[in-house]
């Protein structure tokens, strides 16, 4: 029964050439707008992504900190489930970074009589530790030590990138949801078109006899096809646009594999059943 099926649809693709091109155009470009905006959230959370890996702790020591006493705070920080690396920095350490970094201080310290940077443990988390609640508590277990003066952590820029991250991750949850019905119904409305200028042969032969599921298979088959191969055309023109974004404006990650192989799943997904739902009413109204 199925290669009957299967040279049913390839000969509905050889009759219907037109319609059949129509209805993957359709499915592709619809995807395709999904596709661009999973580009697009992927970027930004991935700028998110890299801003919060410079998330770190740092608790500045006082003058009369012993190295046991620093050994042992680092030693139970490092235990802790939110971090991923403790680094002691020395008084001698600190002046040489100051220096490195902030080119105005260069001609000053060349006349200080003492070293004015304390000596501090720079705390690196793990991700999905970068939080501001997982950050405030690694802040006040460092705290704790009496030999910490002083701890910072920019809370209130960390409090915003956090809330940015809430807000993008809620908003492309909707609008790639919206974007995705509305690919839905064109996709639905696609391949309805193409079912519905077959309508005739459906009704022939259902009156020689042929059973919903042997009229059924052809056009679930040709459905799932132009699905598929819609699927591939979205996938391919996204990282078309892709690379035109990359080399001509800024520089973007491709997304995840995964990510294609949903487009082309989804793609499919949408072929088959709207094929279903399109012969099916047709046989109800045969």
């Known amino acids: 029964m199925m290669p009957y099926a299967f040279r049913e649809a390839l000969t509905a693709f050889r009759r219907t050439p037109l319609l059949t091109m129509l209805s993957v155009v359709a499915i592709g470009f619809s995807l395709f707008v999904v596709g661009l905006f999973g580009l697009t959230a ?18 500045y020591l006082t003058d009369d900190a012993l190295p ?8 139970e920080i490092r235990g802790l489930p939110e971090v991923a690396a403790v680094r002691p920095v020395s008084k001698i ?9 902030m080119e105005e201080f260069r001609d000053v310290s060349t006349d200080l009589e003492s070293n004015p940077f304390p000596a501090s443990l720079e705390v690196s988390l793990k991700p999905g530790s970068r ?20 701890v910072r952590y920019g809370r209130d820029w960390l409090d915003k990138i956090y809330l940015i991250r809430q807000i993008l991750g809620g908003a492309a949850s909707i609008i790639g949801g919206a974007f995705a019905l509305v690919a839905a119904i064109v996709i639905a409305t696609a391949v309805r078109i193409a079912v519905f200028a077959r309508r005739e042969e459906i009704s022939i032969m259902r009156l020689v006899g042929a059973t919903d599921g042997f009229i059924r298979k052809p056009f679930l088959l040709e459905g799932l096809i132009t699905g598929f191969v819609g699927g591939i055309l ?23 594999g995964r990510w294609v192989l949903g487009v082309v799943a989804a793609g499919t997904a949408f072929g088959f059943l709207s094929s279903a739902a399109a012969v099916r009413r047709h046989l109800r109204a045969v």
Do not use: C
């Open 42 to 59: 992927y970027n930004i959370r991935r700028a998110i992504e890299k801003v919060e890996e410079k998330v770190e702790v740092v608790g």
């Open 68 to 75: 046991e006493q620093i050994l042992v705070a680092t030693q």
């Open 93 to 101: 350490e600190a002046m040489a970074n100051a220096r490195e970094t």
């Open 131 to 150: 939080t501001p609640t997982a950050v405030a508590r690694v802040a006040k277990h460092l705290k704790a030590y009496p030999f910490v003066e002083d």
């Open 234 to 256: 979205s996938a391919v023109l996204t990282y078309v646009a892709f690379r035109v974004l990359d080399s001509t404006m800024f520089r973007i990650e491709w997304i995840p």
